[in-house]
């Protein structure tokens, strides 16, 4: 089989990563975000307080750049940490009330970038990629339990 660009699933997948990344950062940066501050967002949008260790399991990243992310989160007034009640070594962190002001903005931003790249598929289509994609990543998460949410 020959190595092909348009017929690897990998590459395509990473190509279309890439592509959601460099406008989300576009995007984001004119809005004062930066983008490395979205997984933990997502996670604490709700106004919720999780550990620096679930925060990258469910970022999917090492715990060393977690921590140099939440350094840089707190240091720009992003997010607050607290002592965890329940294991004294580990540090509840949540969204101060500046990074929750900025939950609506990101989810415009993340909104018109879904659609944006989405205009081209009708609804169905759109249901029918969503669900094929989570069938891929559940395929690939069984294969390195490290990195499911």
């Known amino acids: 089989m020959a190595l092909s660009r348009e017929t690897s699933a990998g590459y395509l997948t990473n ?10 950062e576009r995007q984001l940066a004119a809005s004062g975000i930066a983008s490395a501050y979205m997984p933990v967002i997502f996670a604490l949008a709700d106004g919720s ?3 620096q260790k679930e925060l ?16 840089r989160m707190e240091r720009d007034g992003f997010i607050t940490r607290r002592p965890d009640p329940v ?7 949540a969204l101060t009330p500046l990074a929750l002001g900025h ?14 790249a989405l205009e081209q598929l009708d609804p169905n289509e759109r249901r ?6 989570r069938r891929v ?7 390195d339990k490290d990195l499911a949410p």
């Open 15 to 24: 190509w279309a990563a890439r592509l959601f990344a460099r406008e989300l």
């Open 49 to 51: 307080a999780l550990t």
């Open 56 to 71: 990258a399991r469910r970022a999917a990243v090492e715990q060393p750049t977690m921590a140099s992310t939440l350094n």
């Open 87 to 93: 294991d004294k070594r580990s540090a509840l962190v």
């Open 103 to 116: 939950v609506e903005t990101v989810e415009r931003i993340v909104s018109a970038i879904n659609s944006l």
């Open 128 to 133: 029918q990629y969503m669900s094929l994609l």
């Open 137 to 143: 990543i559940a395929v690939l998460e069984a294969q």
